[in-house]
């Protein structure tokens, strides 16, 4: 059954077993009811498991306490990268917001849950004991193959834990054992980085062509570079800025086929060869 109830309503913990609270626009400061609403919850000495996203996200920040800021530009996006704390691990999320929050705010007890990789904006929040917990981009909207829609399932399960009195497993507990994947480290591996890379870029081209190609290749040797570390080129196209003189260290203008390629790892003993900046040839090369 469902229950309409008003904007503004007093919830009263015994009503409910769970909060959702969902998305919405605006400056999250200007839902001071809702906020004090929220406030009643998280401080009830029962608090009940709540999940906020978005907005919802910003609503418990504020109701705890913390501050939020108006961004810049805000995050707007389907493919929005989001690390998950104290990991190497990468979602990819999609996120519509204008506002963030402040995690050097954050009163004691509370901790980040995600931080965005391309402005280090905070991307959700969790308590330590308590079954609370936020994030501020859209784990509805499946925006990766394996994404984070399992948050949904993380918080029906811990209402169903609640339920039955078991708070043996604590709602961030129950975040990190759903996001390990066995195999799949969470911290980064003591290896070192590689002193040689064999990038294979596009081939024979017409002008105007595959541009993107081209600049992604470049990117990929200014990157190596940055790195110190020695970059080799195979490209057949003379007319490409990835081949201009001073870029890559080594240029061989030599066509992308498995019989060429094989000869320069050959004389160049590359420790990695990167693929994914030639387009399908040099894809199909690789394979």
Known sequence: ????????????SAEFDGVFVSNGPGDPMMCDKTIKNIKSIVSDP?????FGICL????????IGAKTFKMKYGNRGHN??????????CFITSQNHGF???TNTLPQGWSPLFTNANDQTNEGIVHLTLPVFSVQFHPENQ?????LELLFDVFLDQVRAHKKGNTSLTVKDRIHKHLTTEGIPMQALNTSL?????????GGLSIGQAGEFDYSGSQAIKALKEENIHTVLINPNIATVQTSRGLADKVYFLPITPDYVTQVIKCERPDGILLTFGGQTALNCGV
């Not at 590689?194 to 596009?202: H, Y």
């Open 1 to 12: 059954s469902v229950t309409v109830v008003p904007w503004d309503y007093p919830l009263k």
């Open 46 to 50: 029962n608090c009940k498991p709540l």
């Open 56 to 63: 919802g996200h910003q609503l418990l920040s504020l109701a």
């Open 80 to 89: 929005q990268p989001c690390m998950y704390e104290n990991s190497i691990r």
């Open 100 to 102: 963030a929050v402040d």
């Open 143 to 147: 925006a990766g193959p394996q994404d």
């Open 194 to 202: 590689p002193k040689k890379v064999l990038i294979l870029g596009s």
